[in-house]
């Protein structure tokens, strides 16, 4: 048997695949928190189960489209490797200790992990994953026409990714499953906590249809049986809507042209994207910034800038390979205590801030 087939027949995408999901990166997912910081509960998303629904909707849609699967799933299945313990609160700490330096991003930083910080393999630095996926996950949000962060430069400077083009569309197609799986599941998260109400949500007009009709199929079933199927029917709505509109914009396209194109070629109908981001309004004014949130947030954002300080004015407080490893000069240091708090899971973060200083933090966790 030749080396190349060593580890199994596959796909240049598959195997890329495969790294991701065999990467510690990859399992940490499972302890960082998607909308609740540190949930106590059992039924709650974190960044893993999330990552999984994204590929699973991505998967579907790449095969209605004819697209590359396996690229479409290991796009999804990285696409949040780069978010630090506590979400976008200890993303906002990370890049406040971090301004003088060049700040924090997570997009970025999910690169830097793929392709620097997570080296398994004896012949190379990180995970040498495909163009294909590194460029569709530094487009992440669409082409990066400005200064890019640090991370996302250096890595850039390295190994090139067209920056200022389009991705594929598979990675369009990733990052429209992102917002997909998220929307909906909010929703189903919100409402199980309590921050959601029914009856607010049913002053959006892309609810309220859906709910008429899910209260029409199933009059007589339970409340919690219809609202599982409020959020399933919405996502099915957007998936169809997503694919009559792609196929719409990408009749007699190229590979090319879905790079060199002056617009997504991957998106919604106008009519469903501007109920989208109406959805999206909805969830930060109800339940992202919801006032529980705001407060557990400032208690995460305090604890990660508290871990930092802690590691930058002791460095031997860091696990001993990352102390070993610690750059003399600036801003390489702080950028390497950067990178091992954004490792940290919620609990690893949460033991290490009372090991530094002597108590564990009260109030993580609201559900």
């Not at 940490?28 to 590929?55: M, N």
């Not at 313990?85 to 301004?99: K, M, S």
């Not at 890595?155 to 197609?173: C, G, I, M």
């Not at 029914?198 to 249809?209: C, E, G, H, I, S």
Request: proline fraction near 5%; glycine fraction near 6%.
């Amino acid at each position: 048997m030749t080396s190349d087939l060593a580890r199994g027949p596959r796909g240049p995408w598959q195997r890329d695949r495969d790294r991701i999901i065999h990467s510690i990166a990859f399992r940490r997912l499972r302890h960082k928190t998607q909308v609740f910081i540190a949930p106590d509960g059992d039924h709650y998303r974190v960044r893993l189960t999330h990552s999984l629904e994204v590929a699973q909707i991505g998967r579907v849609i790449a095969r209605a489209l004819g697209l590359d699967e396996d690229l479409t799933e290991a796009l999804c299945l990285a696409h949040d490797i780069g978010h630090p313990a506590f979400g976008h609160a200890g993303e906002e700490a990370l890049d406040a200790a971090l301004r003088p330096h060049g700040g924090f991003d997570h997009n970025a930083h999910c690169l830097r992990v793929l392709m620097r910080l997570e080296s398994p393999y004896p012949g190379h630095d990180g995970l040498n994953l495909s163009w294909e996926v590194l460029e569709g996950l530094a487009k992440h949000n669409g082409p990066v026409l400005g200064t890019p962060p640090w991370a996302l430069g250096e890595l850039d400077a390295a190994f090139p990714l067209a920056l200022r083009e389009y991705a594929s569309l598979e990675a369009q197609v990733a990052a429209l499953a992102d917002d997909i799986a998220y929307d909906n599941h909010d929703i189903d998260d919100g409402l199980r906590a309590g921050f959601l109400d029914l009856d607010d949500l049913l002053t959006l007009p892309f609810v309220a249809d859906q709910w008429r009709a899910v209260e029409a199929r199933f009059p007589t079933a339970p409340r919690d049986r219809q609202l599982r199927e409020l959020v399933r029917s919405q996502i099915g709505v957007m998936v169809n809507d997503l694919l009559t509109e792609t196929a719409k914009r990408t009749a007699r396209m190229a590979a090319a042209d879905v790079r060199a194109a002056a617009r997504p070629s991957a998106a919604f109908s106008s009519e469903l994207a501007e109920e989208e981001r109406r959805l999206k309004r909805f969830l930060y004014a109800k339940l992202y910034y919801h006032p529980e949130q705001i407060a557990t947030a400032a208690r995460a954002h305090h604890v990660t800038a508290a871990l930092f300080a802690g590691l930058a004015e002791e460095p031997a407080r860091m696990s001993e390979g990352w102390a070993a490893r610690l750059p003399a000069d600036e801003p390489a240091r702080s950028r390497h205590i950067a990178d091992y708090i954004a490792g940290m899971t919620d609990r690893f973060a949460i033991a290490s801030y009372a090991r530094i200083y002597g108590e564990v933090p009260e109030g993580l966790s609201n559900v």
